[in-house]
């Protein structure tokens, strides 16, 4: 297996990983501005991604 696919695989389920992590974090969000800043940093990590 070439090099760049096991990276592009890394990278993609580090990327899932990290979405799981801040959904629950999200869901756990009491505040508004909490969920925004959360909002903000899946956006990052994913712009297309629903944390919903």
Known sequence: MPV???TELHRRRARRQ???QLRRRY???KTQE????IFAKAAR???TAKLD
């Open 34 to 37: 909490e969920k925004a800043k």
């Open 18 to 20: 990290k979405l799981a």
């Open 4 to 6: 760049p696919r096991v």
């Open 45 to 47: 990590v994913s712009p």
């Open 27 to 29: 869901r756990a969000a």
